[in-house]
């Protein structure tokens, strides 16, 4: 592999990694509720016939939520800010749900989590895709999937390790705190980050930010890539069109209904 072609795989890389830590977050936002529930359903005194299920799925309206906008968001604001406003919510969410005064808003601050949820899971697979070359696009974008279950493994360590730290009491009263507090790092981590990574070239070409969107392309894969990869994507922009009736069409109703089955199996 010759140098240049290798050193911008590997800034591709670290970009897509950067980009992942949105579904690291996805994985540690959602697993992080299953070390807690049983203090929370002590400290808050939660009736276990209802309560306690609202608490541990509330996330879920907002990941519908999240997942309802992030594509509109997506295309006005940008896949890289949108990113931004899911790690802001993520850090928001922690901070909350750490420290609420009642149970009201905890679930308050878990929905808030659960929108920065559903952002992610639509945004970052998008921004990684859009941002790779097609020689190693499939590689990077599954390290987004690989990121999310890592988001869980490291959560139910996490967890597992806070409750190491104290008595049944201590989790009872602190413990869980902690617990929802330790997502402020990873997601702190990932707004930081996010600066320092570009916006993704097809956002810039379709809003007409060619020089931007040629550097980019430049820095990922060099200037013979760049200019390739840039007219395809005008091409692309220039013949798109649509609907949502289109999906139902027969050539699209089987494909379209494999992949929710699948999105449903994999939830």
């Not at 999240?66 to 940008?78: C, F, K, P």
């Not at 998008?126 to 987004?144: C, D, F, L, T, W």
Request: proline share 4%; aromatic share 10%; net charge positive.
């Amino acid at each position: 592999m010759p140098n240049d072609e290798k050193a911008s795989g590997l800034y591709v890389a670290r970009v897509c990694v950067v980009a992942a830590l949105g579904g690291l977050l996805f994985g540690y936002d959602t697993g992080v509720i299953a070390g807690a529930i049983g203090f929370l359903e002590t400290h808050f005194n939660l009736d276990p016939s209802f309560q306690k299920g609202w608490v541990a799925a509330s996330a879920l309206i907002g990941c519908t939520i999240g997942v309802s906008v992030a594509g509109l968001l997506s295309d006005w604001l940008g896949r890289k800010r949108t990113l931004i406003v899911a790690a802001i919510l993520f850090f928001i969410s922690a901070v909350g749900t750490a420290l609420p005064k009642n149970v009201t808003m905890f679930v308050i601050f878990r929905i808030i989590g659960g929108v920065g949820v559903g952002a992610a899971s639509i945004t970052s697979p998008m921004y990684i895709a859009e941002i790779s070359p097609a020689r190693i696009r499939g590689r990077m974008v599954s390290v987004n999937q690989f990121a999310i279950v890592t988001g869980f493994l490291v959560v139910y360590l996490v967890n597992y390790f806070i409750a190491l730290q104290g008595t049944e009491a201590w989790n009872i009263g602190y413990g869980w705190r902690w617990m929802f507090g330790s997502e402020a790092l990873p997601a702190l981590l990932l707004l930081v980050l996010l600066f320092l990574v570009p916006e993704s070239p097809r956002w810039l070409t379709k809003y007409g930010r060619h020089e931007r969107a040629l550097a980019v392309l430049t820095r990922v894969g060099g200037p013979a890539h760049a200019q390739r990869e840039f007219e395809s994507i005008k091409d692309a922009i220039a013949h798109e069109s649509g609907s949502l009736g289109q999906l139902l069409k027969p050539g699209m109703r089987i494909v379209l209904v494999i992949g929710v089955v699948l999105a449903v199996l994999q939830q």
